[in-house]
């Protein structure tokens, strides 16, 4: 299969450890994006890459959360000193600008953070 | 800024029933529409989309058509089954000077389907 993957599926944390997921996204698509989703709300943009350059961040996106994209291929999150509110899905979806581009995002299954 | 917005669920139907789940939005230019649906368990899948105003975006039965003067794209079938049974998501993505090409969400529609 060669969909969007990411790992860990679930992450059962307890407060104030800092955690890393990772998104490994269609292998030729060049824009990656980071969403979080609570419980019976839809996705929340966090942030998105172009290639290795992170190009936005949403002001979701506190401090203790950074994302990387080096090489332009897989990214991780890390979320730093957790807190019990991050408890969500994480979401990555990747997606091809410039020829080919339908405007579809294509997302993975997601990460499962548990704070306790 | 950009915002979606669809009617709260849960959504329960008979089998055979129609479906509909409605979505607004508020956006500047022309945005680019979508439905999403999440299956239990699974990631969130693209279900159809328009592009521009009046298309009409179709696939597994399901249709919503891009209307401007409402601002609406509401999620149309004709007779649902039990396997329809997930959460609907409306986004729309920002027109062309909106260089991200992020989706914005609704909150989500969950639609219960009984045999």
């Known amino acids: 299969d060669t969909g969007v993957s990411q790992n860990p599926r679930h992450k059962i944390t307890k407060r104030g450890q800092n955690v890393t997921f990772r998104c490994d996204p269609i292998?030729?698509?060049?824009?990656l994006y980071w969403y979080r989703q609570t419980l019976g709300q839809g996705p929340e943009f966090l942030t998105y890459f172009q290639n290795e350059a992170q190009l936005e961040k949403s002001r979701l996106l506190s401090d203790r959360f950074s994302a990387e994209r080096p090489k332009g291929s897989f990214s991780t999150l890390e979320i730093q000193r957790t807190e019990q509110g991050d408890s969500a899905m994480y979401l990555c979806?990747?997606?091809?600008?410039?020829?080919?581009?339908?405007?579809?995002?294509?997302f993975g299954e997601g990460s499962r953070l548990t704070v306790l | 800024g950009n915002s979606v917005t669809q009617m709260e669920g849960p959504v329960t139907l008979s089998e055979e029933a129609f479906l509909t789940i409605n979505c607004t939005y508020t956006?500047?230019?022309?945005?680019?529409l979508f439905w999403y649906v999440q299956y239990p368990g699974e990631g969130l899948q693209l279900l159809l989309k328009?592009?521009?105003?009046?298309d009409k975006g179709s696939n597994k039965g399901f249709e919503a058509t891009y209307r401007k003067e409402t601002t609406s794209f509401h999620l149309e079938k004709g007779s649902v089954q039990v396997s329809d049974s997930a959460v609907y998501f409306c986004?729309?993505?920002?027109?062309?000077?909106?260089?991200?090409?992020?989706?914005?969400f609704g909150s989500g529609t969950r639609l219960l389907v009984r045999p």
């Open positions: 956006a500047t230019g022309y945005p680019s």
């Open positions: 986004a729309l993505r920002g027109a062309v000077m909106d260089s991200s090409y992020k989706l914005i």
């Open positions: 292998s030729e698509h060049n824009r």
């Open positions: 328009a592009t521009k105003a009046d």
């Open positions: 979806a990747s997606s091809l600008i410039g020829q080919g581009d339908t405007g579809e995002l294509f």
